[in-house]
T-cell receptor, first 118, second 116 residues
């Protein structure tokens, strides 16, 4: 089974509008962390935001916020006031406390390609 | 503060040749990771170092792949007898041990390999 599912291969948004990118995850580990990364066409993965499984509040970082619904195992990324420079691939990733004895590696989804239209 | 750097950025090689990639992590980071990303997929974990010790290798890392981090600073990833299926983006990331799940991995720009 997929550990991270991103069901939207592509999304379009108008400049200055908000957009939500979906991410659902699968784990039986009570301790885990969820990350979102942005990958422009240049290839570099840029860290955006982090949410811990025990965090009581949704994470926010500037125009990025994470809509964390633990019971539904979803961690959607919300980008407010979209800018042309937000056009990129966006990846959701998870780190589990007890993934085969190691808690270091990230497991990524397949990503969502966001296009911001002027 | 410089980020993670990787060289070369692009590599084209013929099947059967050996290739080596280099990663220079953020200077104070003691953990270093290699991932592989194929077209239309997210990165997949290959291997991980803490200082100079290689602590984990994915089953994706066949015996044609070897990674080193000799002095706990830069790392190299070598692929011997390359195959067309090795064509991918090879990403390096580094982090500083914080002991919690929120420890963030910072990625380099990647090396894009094409095997002809």
């Amino acid at each position: 089974a997929q550990k991270i599912t991103q069901t939207q291969p592509g999304m379009f948004v108008q400049e200055k509008e908000a957009v939500t990118l979906d991410c659902t995850y699968d784990t039986s580990d009570p301790s885990y962390g969820l990350f979102w990364y942005k990958q422009p066409s240049s290839g570099e993965m840029i860290f955006l935001i982090y949410q811990g499984s025990y965090d009581q509040q949704n994470a926010t970082e500037g125009r990025y916020s994470l809509n964390f619904q633990k019971a539904r195992k979803s961690a959607n990324l919300v980008i407010s006031a979209s800018q042309l420079g937000d056009s990129a691939m966006y990846f959701c990733a998870m780190r589990e406390r007890n993934s085969g004895g190691s808690n270091y590696k990230l497991t990524f989804g397949k990503g969502t390609l966001l296009t911001v239209n002027p | 503060d410089t980020g993670v750097s990787q060289n070369p950025r692009h590599k084209i090689t013929k099947r059967g040749q050996n290739v080596t990639f280099r990663c220079d992590p953020i200077s104070e980071h003691n953990r270093l990771y290699w991932y592989r990303q194929t077209l239309g997929q997210g990165p997949e974990f290959l291997t991980y170092f803490q200082n100079e010790a290689q602590l984990e290798k994915s089953r994706l890392l066949s015996d044609r792949f070897s990674a080193e981090r000799p002095k706990g600073s830069f790392s190299t990833l070598e692929i011997q007898r390359t195959e067309q299926g090795d064509s991918a983006m090879y990403l390096c990331a580094s982090s500083f041990t914080s002991g919690d799940l929120g420890e963030t991995q910072y990625f380099g720009p990647g090396t894009r390999l094409l095997v002809l």
